[in-house]
């Protein structure tokens, strides 16, 4: 199972990006899926989560009405859109399947990970 983020980089404060997550060796349509990140000398954090048929999704405070989360089963690929972002937004961003259908914020539940992609966002 591989899953493969992408588009990270540099943004202004203020500004949006997204980034996405290629699945592979997975039914990927079978699995609930989510977005984490880790900033500098911080603990892993819930970002985002998705039903396994997109119809559920799932924020924390800190980025509801900012981010949006989506997938295309079609393309066994999960997108996190990030508008609005601020300096600590700052993170690696990564990507989790779980086999729990519901959108699910726990990480124990997460059976496969990214490798990550930074995001950040300048002052």
């Known amino acids: 199972v591989q899953l493969q983020a992408c588009g990270g980089g540099l943004v202004q404060a203020g500004g949006s990006l997204s980034v996405s997550c290629a699945a592979s060796?997975?039914?990927?349509?079978?699995?609930?899926m989510g977005w984490f990140r880790q900033p500098p000398g911080k603990e892993r954090e819930f970002v985002a989560a998705?039903?396994?048929?997109?119809?559920?999704?799932y924020y924390p405070d800190s980025v509801k009405g900012r981010f949006t989360i989506s997938r295309d089963n079609t393309k066994n690929t999960l997108y996190l859109q990030m508008t609005s972002l601020k300096p600590e937004d700052t993170a690696v961003y990564y990507c989790?399947?779980?086999?729990?259908?519901?959108?699910?914020?726990?990480?124990?539940?997460?059976?496969?990970w990214g490798q990550g992609t930074q995001v950040t966002v300048s002052s």
């Open positions: 989790a399947a779980t086999p729990i259908r519901e959108a699910i914020s726990a990480p124990k539940y997460f059976r496969y």
């Open positions: 060796g997975l039914r990927f349509s079978a699995y609930g």
């Open positions: 998705i039903s396994r048929g997109g119809g559920s999704t």
